[in-house]
């Protein structure tokens, strides 16, 4: 097989690099790789001076670093293969171009120039690294790219030519985190970069936004012309957290230097996992976009945290309301009533509705014991509930809920010292009235409320009272 196809001048300059025998290339002259059967495979690195003449319609293999500095450099209609073992570097000034474009190494690759595909560029290996100059990974017009993936994207710049759909392979150093351009209405030139947050001017909203994403946005520049495009982005919430928003509320939203402002379109998906949002039409650009909402969520509400003493253990209830990306819940108690230390951990159910969790303390109690819920949110945000208290001398006047959630009706637990005469009332979250009665505790031990059969499945609250004691609870009805 031939491997290289040399026009009428050629000078090489080959300089052995140690022992290793790795080779450096540079070309000065004219160097023609002719057809798909001819290869040149360099070892080391490759410099393509200014002044020369480069063209590879065949493969050309370079295992270290390129550097072009020859001015309008063709393209040809071969393939360059950058395959070396540690990281590679593109230099030069004047842009490396390339038909198809290997990219299959595992160290990586930093272009402090820009690197120009005109086929199809094929990420095999690696992370492609742009400087902050900035220089591009450039697609031009027809070209296309496969097999990218959060290992081997585009941590930086990437620059599109052309009117045809793309999807911008950037991300960062660890997700690939893509956006796409569709249904532009004329050829344009775009540059996209993804950021990390924090997402700049976030709380300067035009209506009717009322919020934008904190965690994640990107860059979109168009250079020259008037290309409208319909934008695309997607939430991943295992790799960046997405906010606490309704997915019908969702919009793409884009910075005009005073404002965050709504451009419109739509969004589909799960919140908690992953989706998608698609702008209207849009003609301003060189702004940032991200997500933004027409509407808040409501925060997790803590409905009720109560604590009894049971026999030799405390029993902990507590009930929260539009649950949804909470990580945690950590059970904390404090012997002192100043240092507190965590004794229960619950991973929360994230159903965006009201929910219920329980934890028996066995912990021996010899004075009075506090407690709180230390609540940690997906965003990692920590907030924490009113302290409650037992004693070791509450002895007699255990007053709680047996079981919840209930069925036909509620079971509650009354001690010795809480006998008489109680009025009792079940509202639901609305403060509207569905049943209420009374309840004559004469001994210690169980009593029973039974519940009308109209009355539905969901949240209420139970208030049951006297002049002197006291019980309120959220009940949880199937």
Known sequence: MKKLRLSYALVLLLLSNSLSAQLDVKNTGIVYISSATDSLYIPGAFTNAAGSAFTNNGV??????????????????????????????VGGSQTFNTFNLVTNNSAGFILNNNLSVSGIHTFTAGMITTSSTPNYMVYEAGSSYTGSSDA??????????GNTNFTFPVGTATYERPIALTNLTASGEFNVKHNPAPTPNRLSLYNPLVYVDSFEYWTINRVGGTAAAQIVMNWDNSKIPFPNLMVSEVRIANYDGTFWRSIGGS????????????????????????FGSLAYTLPVKIISFT??????????????????????????????????????????????????????????????AFYRLKIVDLGTAVSYSQIVTVSANTTGREFYVITNPVNTSIELYAGN???????????NT?????????????????????????????????????????????????
């Open 417 to 427: 010292a809480l006998k008489g005469l109680y009025n009792y009332t079940v509202t």
């Open 430 to 478: 609305a403060g509207q009235l569905v049943q209420a009665g009374t309840l004559d505790i004469k001994n210690a031990g169980s009593y029973s409320i039974y519940l009308k059969p109209t009355i539905t499945a969901g949240a209420y609250v139970l208030l049951v009272q006297n002049e002197s004691n006291r019980l309120q609870k959220m009940i949880i009805k199937r």
């Open 60 to 89: 050309l293999q370079v295992k270290k670093d390129i550097v072009n500095d020859q001015a309008s450099m063709s393209a040809g209609t071969g393939k360059l293969i950058l395959d070396g073992t540690t990281i590679q570097t």
């Open 152 to 161: 081997r994207h585009v941590n930086g710049w990437v620059k599109k030519n």
């Open 267 to 290: 969004a589909a998906g799960n919140a908690l996992t992953t989706g998608t949002a698609t702008s209207l039409s849009v003609s301003a650009f060189n702004r940032n976009f991200t």
């Open 307 to 368: 604590a009894g003493r049971i026999n030799d253990y405390t029993k902990l209830n507590w009930t929260v309301g539009n649950e949804q990306h909470m990580i945690r819940y950590e059970l904390q108690r404090s012997d002192d009533g100043i240092n507190y230390y965590t004794v229960y951990t619950h991973q929360p159910y994230n159903r965006n509705g009201t929910e219920f969790y329980s934890y028996e303390d066995k912990k021996y109690l010899s004075g009075t």
